[in-house]
């Protein structure tokens, strides 16, 4: 069979899961005439469809003032005619043809009144390359829809993406052989990118030369593809064709991809008849489990189909460490023309060479190779089947495989690597002996659960309790100085997120010259009534004194203690080793007069440096749990911090003019507040914080998630500050900074403000509470927050299917990709003028 006149195409299914299934939306359908027949057939030329709808409005983006000239900005004209279509009952966007429109970057915002045909028959294009691309726009997006339930995008138009000089970068891989990579501004714009949507029809467009991705879905249900013609030149870096992401229900066929890639992903069902494809990586399931995050792909079948002259044939890839699984995937009917790696499986996928060994997999199971036949590159093996070593390919099945060298006459082994399963004839290399018959006999736990399943932290602390102290350290200096080094430590250390924890024996102290003093052997008695504050007092006073230095609360024992402060320096370090529980006298009428009650929170430092606290489990604390005053050198690892919802200013952690602050791996629940970095400026006042990191964190149902809070009338600055990797679990203000903060109605409007600025949030997932927005940046008037960065933020309602807008207030940052919802409040780039600030005292 003579395919020399096919178009050509690359395809790879990739699956990026963080929602197992969308919810569902309103139920529109809007389908054009056009229907054409790709290869193996040429496709017919496609006339322009007038729109299927006799009844609908017709808005045409000439009315409103577009141009078409190729030059001219029409981004506002399309913006106006979009709005009008949305109000209406039924509606035709029109792009007529003979005329070319250039559009800035933007997105078209749903849900509308009812269904919208958006009817392209002219040419769309975005400015010519990044340095006519304005400072003030997203580089990662060209054209954005979201939030659209029921739109049909047709005609025989044509989007020329003009990706050529964004593929010229210094960054981008160059086109010789030897690929490198330069450093510089390397973001570039996905062409058409639907986000957040339901019951698409996308037929009968061209589409080429995108400087990224052409399509892209993300978070999309019951979408139709049809009679696309994509097009870019090999060569070209990073330009799916479709790319799909956490959407199901997708249905493509009729459509010719040359030189793209073509991803498909999560538990789509795709049958993809009479394609032909060439270079780079034929027929791609991955990179699947990145960042240890789920896979959820099955029922994916590609048949009919021819691949030629590729580095890669029909592949899977994982990365060490995801989990979930991809099952049920069927190849068939697939002819191979000198293919590198005509079957491949590998477990091992990394792209740079600073990946680390994992045992945790994603599960590869039920994988069928039926009738696969050709030739092949004798570089590399005919099948390369290389799976985990903690989690085995199973089920793998070959059928009619017939593959000879592409040069020579001399045959490759097959290559295999803990991979089981069944040859079901004699296959070409004869036979693929590498293969494991039957299953493994020992097999490790399978977490394939849907992602919205609840997080268990039952076993994931030993149980400690809260007690009322302070941590003072004299000083008269505006800034601690370098102090003696101390540390509390409990000897529980356990990481929440993302992974289980083990459970932890109790540990000896670390430092084995030093000296124990058990606060038994200063009379404390831990009968949970008998007042031991003197026995703490007197255990702490000899502690303070000695050159290395054990403080023992021993396990099996309640401690009962009053409002106490130790005070430093010490002579040396301090290993504060929590094993039993201690508690403060029971509410109110328990305290004795003589007693501060501002000291009821739990546990203060005060003016020290150079602490560690970690392994701790702390509730039901009357106000703070944790709070740092005047600290530097700060590391919080493991807490586990609870309290009941409702409990009034309960924060987890608070910080105040504080430095070099360093939070992971700790669970909040139920708190007030859960990670407050204020309340700052207070009596006009200044304040210095910088450095902060809270990483590898799970906070639950919470009125706050991490919070900045400054009242007006202060000075300083808060800058340096990162918020990573942290789940949310229906969590009612996940995002906040709050400039306005005020706790009585006598608060005055002043013009001086703390200094917001570098504040980064980053891989910050889960659910809020509906009551109010994701994210809420309220920068004051007088001092605007700079810099700041949201990077893999998606964060879902917890409650129906309603999402909010996150609201920002003279607030500059970027966006560094798309969030969940979309963040457009925040100003791009930075104030043209700016207030002075006493910054630099700080």
């Given at each position: ?695 590898d964190s799970i906070i639950k149902h919470s009125d706050n998630g991490v919070r900045i809070k400054t009242w007006q009338g202060g000075f300083g600055s808060v800058s340096k500050v990162t918020f990573n990797n942290i789940h949310m679990d229906t969590v009612r203000n996940p995002i906040i900074i709050d400039q306005y903060y005020c706790n009585t109605k006598a608060c005055l409007n002043q013009t001086s403000a703390v200094y917001i600025n570098d504040i980064a949030y980053k891989n910050i997932k889960g659910t809020y509470d509906v009551r109010s927005p994701p994210m809420h940046l309220a920068c ?63």
């Open positions: 069979m003579d395919t020399s006149r096919y178009f050509v195409l690359p395809l790879c299914f990739l699956v990026l899961s963080s929602q197992c299934r969308p919810s569902k939306m309103l139920n529109y359908r809007v389908l054009s005439q056009i229907s054409a027949t790709p290869a193996p057939a040429p496709l017919p030329f496609l006339e322009p469809a007038t729109p299927s709808d006799q009844n609908s409005s017709v808005f045409s983006v000439l009315s409103y003032g577009a141009v078409g000239d190729g030059v001219t900005d029409d981004t506002k004209a399309f913006k106006m005619a979009w709005d009008a279509s949305c109000q209406a009952d039924s509606a035709t966007i029109l792009v007529p043809k003979h005329y070319s429109f250039m559009i800035q970057s933007t997105i078209f915002t749903g849900p509308c009144k009812n269904r919208i045909l958006f009817q392209i028959q002219g040419s769309l294009m975005p400015p010519d390359g990044p340095h006519l691309w304005p400072k003030v726009y997203n580089k990662r997006q060209w054209l954005v829809f979201y939030r659209i339930n029921g739109m049909s995008m047709q005609g025989g138009g044509l989007i020329d993406g003009r990706g050529q000089k964004w593929w010229d970068l210094p960054c981008k891989p160059h086109k010789r052989k030897i690929g490198t990579t330069a450093s510089g501004p390397c973001d570039s714009p996905v062409a058409m990118r639907f986000f957040w949507s339901s019951n698409l029809t996308v037929q009968g467009l061209q589409i080429m030369n995108s400087p990224q991705f052409h399509f892209r879905f993300d978070n999309c249900h019951d979408v139709q593809i049809n009679s696309l013609y994509i097009k870019s030149p090999a060569g070209s870096p990073n330009t799916d064709g479709i790319h799909i992401e956490n959407s199901n229900n997708v249905q493509i066929h009729n459509s010719v991809i040359s030189n793209a890639s073509y991803f498909i992903s999560d538990s789509v069902s795709l049958v993809s008849p009479n394609w032909t494809m060439t270079l780079p990586n034929g027929v791609c399931i991955g990179s699947l489990g990145i960042k240890n995050s789920r896979a959820c792909v099955s029922n994916i079948t590609v048949t009919d189909s021819i691949i030629k002259y590729s580095d890669n044939g029909v592949r899977i890839k994982t990365w060490q460490g995801g989990f979930g699984s991809v099952s049920k995937v069927t190849f068939k009917n697939i002819h191979m023309d000198t293919v590198r790696n005509p079957i491949i499986i590998d477990q091992y996928y990394c792209n740079t060479k600073a990946c680390l060994n994992q045992t945790s997999a994603v599960y590869i199971n039920d994988i069928a190779y039926k009738n696969i036949k050709g030739t092949y590159d004798v570089r590399s093996p005919p099948m390369h089947i290389a799976c985990s070593d903690a989690m085995p390919c199973t089920n793998l099945t070959i059928l009619d495989v017939e593959l000879f060298p592409a040069q020579g006459k001399r045959f490759l082994a097959p290559f295999c690597w803990n991979a089981y399963g069944d040859n079901k004839t004699l296959n070409v290399p004869a036979p693929f002996f590498c293969l494991l018959k039957g299953f493994p006999e020992s097999f490790p736990r399978i977490d394939t659960k849907n992602l919205n399943s609840k997080m268990s932290i039952s076993r994931y602390f030993i149980v400690f309790f809260a007690i009322p102290l302070c941590f003072l350290v004299l000083s008269s200096q505006c800034r601690p100085s370098k102090m003696l080094n101390y540390r509390v430590l409990s000897q529980i250390s356990a990481t929440p997120s993302p992974a289980p924890l083990p459970s932890y024996e109790p540990a000896a102290p670390s430092d084995q010259n030093s000296s124990v003093f058990s606060v038994l052997s200063y009379g404390a008695v831990g009968d949970g009534v008998t007042d031991d504050t003197q026995a703490f007092k007197m255990a702490w006073d000899s502690a303070c004194q000695a050159d290395s230095a054990t403080i023992l609360v021993p396990k099996h024992y309640t401690f009962m203690i009053q409002s106490t402060i130790f005070t430093g320096p010490c002579k040396n370090q301090i290993l504060l080793q929590i094993e039993g529980t201690l508690m403060p006298p029971d509410g109110p009428d328990s305290w004795p007069k003589i007693y501060n009650k501002r000291q009821w929170l739990a546990i203060r430092f005060f003016w020290s440096s150079n602490l560690t606290v970690q392994g701790l489990k702390i509730k039901n604390s009357p106000q703070f749990h944790f709070r740092f005053d005047n600290c530097h050198d700060v590391q919080i690892s493991s807490l586990y911090i609870k309290s009941p919802a409702g409990s009034p200013n309960t924060d987890g952690i608070h910080i105040e003019n504080s430095n070099d602050v360093q939070i992971h791996n700790s669970v909040i629940s139920n708190g007030k507040i859960i990670l407050n970095i204020g309340s700052l400026g207070m009596k006009n006042s200044r304040a210095c914080v910088s450095n902060i990191t809270v990483t004051s008037d007088a001092m605007p927050c700079t810099n700041l960065t949201m990077s893999d933020v998606e964060l879902f309602p917890a409650q129906g299917e309603r999402f909010s807008d996150p609201f920002c207030w003279n607030a500059y940052g970027d966006i560094k990709t798309l969030t969940v919802p979309p963040v457009f409040c925040l100003f791009e780039g930075f104030p043209e003028s700016f207030p002075s600030n006493d910054v630099d005292k700080c």
